[in-house]
């Protein structure tokens, strides 16, 4: 089947089952996850729309996230859009499948998962509050320039490579001007989604943004000291923007309609940018430059130990949703530095992720189910995509997830050690983890080094996170209610055009015999 019939028969598949065109409001995607605005939450078909061999995954936030992992979901979306368009009025929606039934134990791996899509329900509940609500505005607008930041960060990259091999000097210019370009001009582009995601017009944002990063500024004195371009970087652009919308609401209101065209947009910009130059710029410029004196210091004094915290924590925050925040902290240390110290730290949490899941694959031999969604969704987890792993597999389990942030902090510590030991290692750009990351790794000792210290991480928080997770991570209770065999649900095989396995024998559960063919069984997550 050719690539682009290919995602549009994944959109097919996934458009019923999230109630048809009508009951779609909005789409978007972001690095791996396609994101739906949906009118009426209860057409959706959870069950069968894991069970598609192209879904990793779900996750319900602000919007209900279908992963497809990275490439893919760039791929489907548009082909999702005009499947919507093109059906919107006529598209039949889809019955949500039939939850399962009282008391019934949860090991199968589509019952797991619905008990995972309850915890996220939960967690979203509590974590409503303002701040975190804040946070994750923060993070809308930072994740929209995570591809330019990946292509601009391996463009980077390979440009240090060829330099310090002395390969094609006529090239290597052009390679930093495309790897720089994007970077220069960030806290533009930051402007522009700031004043979209609070509601003023999104180019008065980048206008007022463009300001920090115009040479002109290097002939102002603002605080007895002479400004420099950039001086600020993202968090003054993010500043200067959120000032500009609340200048415009102020003007809408009381500026006459007559006048609005001309007065709004002129005292906005006016008004918003003396600010910026006279202030903003000053106080975001102290502020990016204690993040990296702070981030330098911590990894030097302390890395073990904060490698460690950072690493066991940051699966937590996948979890909430909230780790998207930290984009801004690791965009000012690629300004500054040319590359962020931290996500390779925090990266080591995927891999202690995808320790414990190994670990449960063994420790539940006979659960054909949950083996099935571990066995699909092991590949994303190694790319660092580990929400299909921490929603379907380790969240609901209860111990697993603690275990495998045990195998996150070891790793991170790992990292970390050697930071503080004086061989740092960054990565050029935000987004991807796991061996995604290694195209995108910087530091001070050489290309070689790093990789090594990043892999030698990678390995340990796999080995931790096995070793916590097989030996802690299961009380004989959970063994007995999860190490048994189980058929697929219905709504599943039925999803996936299978056809139900045959009944388990006699024997019961502990029959070696019993459970279901695998040959027979749809693919998991």
Not at 333 to 348: H, K, R, S
Not at 441 to 468: E, K, M, P, R, W
Request: with cysteine; proline share 8%; net charge negative.
């Amino acid at each position: 089947m050719a690539t682009e019939d290919k995602n549009r028969a994944t959109a097919a598949a996934i458009l019923p089952l999230v109630g048809g065109p009508a009951n779609v409001a909005s789409v978007a995607h972001c690095m791996t996850r396609l994101r739906l605005g949906l009118h009426d939450r209860s057409l959706v078909d959870d069950e069968a729309l894991k069970a598609l061999p192209a879904v990793m995954g779900v996750v319900e936030d602000d919007t209900y996230q279908i992963v497809l992992g990275p490439g893919t979901v760039a791929r489907v979306t548009p082909e999702f859009e005009q499947l919507v368009e093109e059906g919107r009025e006529t598209a039949p929606a889809a019955s949500p499948a039939p939850a399962p039934g009282p008391g019934a134990a949860p090991a199968t791996a589509e019952e797991l998962a619905a008990q995972g899509a309850a915890i996220r329900a939960e967690r979203k509940a509590k974590n409503a509050t303002p701040f975190k609500l804040f946070l994750r505005r923060i993070a809308n607008i930072f994740v929209p320039l995570i591809p330019a930041l990946i292509g601009c960060g391996i463009i980077a990259g390979l440009n240090g490579l060829l330099v310090n091999l002395e390969w094609l000097p006529a090239v290597t210019p052009a390679l930093a001007a495309m790897a720089s370009g994007f970077m220069a001009l960030i806290a533009v582009f930051v402007g522009y989604n700031t004043a979209k995601e609070f509601g003023g017009t999104p180019i008065l944002g980048g206008a007022v943004a463009a300001i920090i990063v115009f040479p002109g500024v290097a002939n102002i004195d603002a605080f007895g000291q002479t400004l420099s371009p950039g001086q600020g970087g993202v968090l003054g652009a993010l500043g200067a923007a959120v000032l500009a919308v609340y200048v415009e609401k102020w003007c809408r209101r009381w500026v006459p309609e007559a006048l609005d065209v001309l007065v709004t947009p002129t005292l906005t910009v006016l008004v918003s940018g003396l600010v910026t130059i006279f202030g903003l710029m000053y106080v975001a410029g102290e502020v990016s430059s204690a993040i990296g004196t702070f981030a330098n210091w911590l990894l030097s004094n302390g890395g073990a130990g904060a490698g460690f915290v950072l690493g066991g924590l940051f699966l937590p925050l996948v979890m909430l949703g909230l780790h998207q925040a930290l984009i801004p902290i690791h965009t000012t240390l690629i300004e500054q530095q040319g590359y962020t110290v931290l996500l390779p730290i925090l990266a080591m949490a995927g891999a202690g992720q995808v320790g414990a899941a190994v670990a449960v694959y063994f420790r539940l031999p006979r659960n054909e189910s949950i083996r099935r969604t571990i066995k699909s969704a092991l590949p994303a987890g190694l790319l660092g995509v580990g929400e299909p792993l921490i929603y379907g597999v380790s969240l609901p389990l209860g111990r697993p997830f603690v275990t495998a942030c045990v195998g996150g902090a070891f790793g991170g510590g790992f990292v970390g050690l050697f930071n503080q030991l004086g061989d740092t290692v960054g990565s050029t750009a935000i987004g991807p983890s796991g061996w995604a990351l290694f195209p995108l790794l910087d530091g001070n000792h050489g290309l070689g080094s790093t990789i090594a210290i990043y892999g030698g991480g990678l390995l340990v928080g796999y080995v931790a996170g096995f070793l916590a997770t097989y030996f802690f991570g299961f009380g004989k209770e959970l063994l007995a209610e999860f190490n048994v065999s189980r058929e697929p649900s219905p709504s599943t095989v039925a999803a996936t055009g299978g056809t139900p396995p045959a009944p388990a024998p006699a024997g019961g559960p502990d029959h070696p015999d019993s459970g279901p063919d695998p040959a027979k069984a749809p693919a998991g997550v």
